[in-house]
């Protein structure tokens, strides 16, 4: 906020700077033959297929605490995103309910990069939601839309990469995501037509 940089090429910089940052110290962790057997594709993709027991209690324990807090918090959190002037005068801290979600987020971002890497997180988090509001302007519609086109992101992928038998299932999730959001983009642009007729 503070800044001269928007908020977008402030994401930018921060994503492009740590991939980055990544890469060097994953070269660098091999040059000194220290290297496990890391993989562009899982660190892009993840293994979804080899996760193992330890992995999923620490998402499942990490998901609960996020819904929970995110449950507690509901109020404040979704009046300060939907109009921050007004939630500030009616006493809601707003600066805390900014840390808070950016807090939240920041931990749903890490466990999913550690399960699922760092494009398929990415997609889990923006390709549902963006779909859901082509379709609807309303919470509890988007909200339903995004969990259902998350939910039919994952299954589709796994049926399409098991049933190629070559595909990863990493980037085919990604590819029923975004054909989720091309038809949910083209679902909008029919029904915007619709109404101006």
Same mark, same amino acid.
């Given at each position: 906020?503070?800044?001269?940089?928007? @908020?977008?090429?402030?994401?930018?910089?921060?994503?492009?700077? #740590?991939?980055?940052?990544?890469?060097?110290?994953?070269?660098?962790?091999? #040059?000194?033959?220290? @290297?496990?057997?890391?993989?562009?594709? $899982?660190?892009? =993709?993840?293994?979804?297929?080899?996760?193992?027991?330890?992995?999923?209690?620490? @998402?499942?324990?990490?998901? &609960?605490?996020?819904?929970?807090?995110?449950?507690?918090?509901?109020?404040?959190?979704? =009046?300060?995103?939907?109009?921050?002037?007004?939630?500030? +005068?009616?006493?809601?801290?707003? /600066? @805390?309910?900014?840390?808070? &979600?950016?807090?939240?987020? /920041? =931990?749903?971002?890490?466990?999913?990069?550690?399960? +699922?890497?760092?494009?398929?997180? /990415?997609?889990?988090?923006?390709?549902?939601?963006?779909?859901?509001?082509?379709? $609807?302007?309303?919470?509890?519609?988007?909200?339903?839309?995004? &969990?259902?086109?998350?939910?039919?992101?994952?299954?589709?992928?796994?049926?399409?990469?098991?049933? #190629?038998?070559?595909?990863?299932?990493?980037?085919?999730?990604?590819?029923?995501?975004?054909?989720? =959001?091309?038809?949910?983009?083209?679902?909008?642009?029919?029904?915007?037509?619709?109404?101006?007729?």
């Amino acid at each position: 906020e503070r800044g001269a940089s928007q @908020a977008d090429t402030a994401i930018g910089i921060v994503l492009v700077g #740590s991939m980055t940052l990544g890469a060097l110290l994953i070269a660098w962790t091999a #040059s000194q033959g220290r @290297a496990g057997s890391v993989s562009w594709e $899982s660190i892009l =993709f993840g293994s979804i297929m080899a996760v193992n027991r330890q992995d999923a209690v620490i @998402a499942w324990v990490a998901a &609960l605490g996020i819904l929970l807090a995110a449950w507690w918090f509901r109020r404040p959190m979704l =009046f300060w995103a939907f109009d921050e002037p007004t939630a500030r +005068a009616f006493g809601v801290p707003t /600066t @805390a309910m900014k840390y808070l &979600l950016v807090v939240l987020l /920041t =931990f749903a971002i890490v466990t999913a990069m550690k399960l +699922a890497g760092v494009v398929l997180a /990415t997609a889990m988090l923006v390709l549902p939601g963006a779909a859901a509001l082509r379709l $609807s302007d309303r919470l509890m519609p988007v909200v339903v839309l995004a &969990l259902g086109a998350g939910l039919l992101g994952v299954v589709g992928g796994l049926v399409l990469s098991f049933e #190629s038998g070559v595909l990863p299932p990493g980037a085919c999730i990604v590819a029923v995501l975004v054909g989720l =959001f091309c038809a949910a983009r083209l679902a909008a642009g029919v029904q915007s037509g619709r109404r101006a007729t």
